[in-house]
């Protein structure tokens, strides 16, 4: 006689929009049967090396914070972009500089919020406070603080059923548990997070709460990118990472059929090894993009910067103003005046002269209140991040 599979969760019927569904309950991790290591263990190791090489480069950039700040906001913007928003970099960059976007202002604070989200979990993290429910809720509060989704209990487990995929509960693609049993999974998650006993890498760890994380849905809303944000955070806690870099919303976003049919697949059959490996492979294909980005962006810093020093007495303010767009890469002459301490006239002067030199590009064509670019850059960071077609 075969054996059941201790993987799988049970059904349980449910009450949903005045309709009886059969919502899932996961099986609590690790999973039972253990992975299967030997068949993930090539691209296990590719992933733990890649990860070495995106921590190194990341160290010891001499711009580690700008580099990150604007790949945040990268990850941001896709992450969010895997949940319907128009958004791109430069409608957020235009946002943040006090300028109105291109688009609905509801997309772009959306994107603001999941920034403002990852800097508050990995602040709280490097101050000792363990990763948590209470993280996870202080998190989604943040996430959820304005825009679309601010009516869906910003910061509170769900009281109520939900479900994903399909106009209904009836033809819904997945129905989490219910409500009344959602703390006995979240807590059975929470043991699984602080558990040291278990034995498995953070990788492998990171790998197995995000699925278990989306398949408990515990929010009304905001659960997709938290659940992302989650995998970083984890590698953050434990050491493997020294900062939040890398990002798997680009690899997800570009193999959505596939992520969500292997989501369901661990659900319905148990299959953490098929899991496993596309996700290692994320992994290391997307911490492998990541060195590539920073050392494209500091060889053409490096580029630019022995470009301006040929302007002569001209220099000096034109590489102060272009230090500054390395962190603010959409800007107007007021904002960079107010920042550096300068003349409107000094600081239109050098953003003039990296024009001429074609480091940065001006796109309003107006006299007035003028936008300078540095387009190079941007088009650096922005690849993939094109708004997904619905």
Not at 107 to 115: A, C, G, I, L, M
Not at 219 to 240: Q, S
Not at 312 to 322: D, E, F, I, K, Y
Not at 381 to 388: A, C, K, M, S
Request: hydrophobic share 40%; charged share 25%; proline share 6%.
């Amino acid at each position: 006689m075969e054996e059941p599979n201790q993987r799988l969760g049970t059904y349980v019927e449910t009450s949903a929009g005045g309709e009886r569904v059969r919502a899932y309950v996961p099986a609590p991790l690790p999973p039972d049967p253990p992975l299967d290591f030997q068949q993930l263990m090539t691209v296990y190791e590719r992933a733990i090396a890649a990860l070495g090489r995106l921590d190194g480069v990341a160290t010891i950039l001499p711009s580690t914070p700008l580099f990150l700040y604007m790949y945040v906001r990268k990850e941001a913007l896709l992450s969010s972009q895997i949940e319907g928003t128009q958004s791109s970099l430069s409608d957020l960059l235009l946002y943040e500089n006090d300028e109105p976007p291109t688009v609905a202002l509801d997309d772009v604070t959306e994107v603001s919020n999941y920034v403002a989200a990852i800097e508050h979990g990995v602040a709280r993290i490097r101050g000792g406070f363990p990763l948590s429910l209470r993280l996870i809720r202080e998190m989604h509060a943040i996430l959820l603080k304005s825009g679309r989704g601010a009516d869906k209990q910003p910061g509170e487990f769900r009281r109520s059923q939900n479900w994903i995929g399909g106009t209904r509960p009836g033809n819904a693609l997945f129905v989490p548990p219910p409500p009344d049993r959602l703390n006995e999974c979240l807590d059975a998650f929470e043991r699984f997070l602080h558990d040291e006993d278990v034995g498995l890498p953070p990788l492998i760890r990171a790998g197995l709460a995000h699925v278990q994380f989306e398949t408990i849905h515990p929010f009304l809303d905001g659960n997709g990118r938290l659940g992302r944000l989650l995998i970083t955070l984890i590698l953050c806690e434990a050491g493997v990472l020294s900062e939040p870099i890398l990002y798997l919303s680009l690899f997800l976003k570009s193999r959505r059929d596939d992520y969500y049919r292997l989501l369901q697949e661990v659900r319905q059959a148990g299959a953490w090894e098929a899991w496993m490996e596309f996700f290692l492979t994320g992994v290391a294909d997307t911490a492998e993009q990541a060195t590539g980005t920073a050392r494209d962006l500091m060889a053409m810093f490096d580029e630019h910067r022995e470009r301006i020093r040929t302007l002569g007495r001209a220099a000096p303010s034109a590489l102060r103003v272009h230090e500054y767009m390395q962190a603010r890469p959409v800007v107007t002459i007021k904002s960079v005046a107010e920042a550096l301490g300068t003349s409107f006239q000094t600081a239109g002067g050098a953003l003039e002269k990296l024009a001429c030199l074609g480091i940065v590009r001006e796109t309003t064509g107006k006299r007035r209140g003028r936008i300078y670019v540095y387009s190079e850059y941007l088009a650096l960071l922005d690849r993939g991040t094109e708004p997904l077609q619905a």
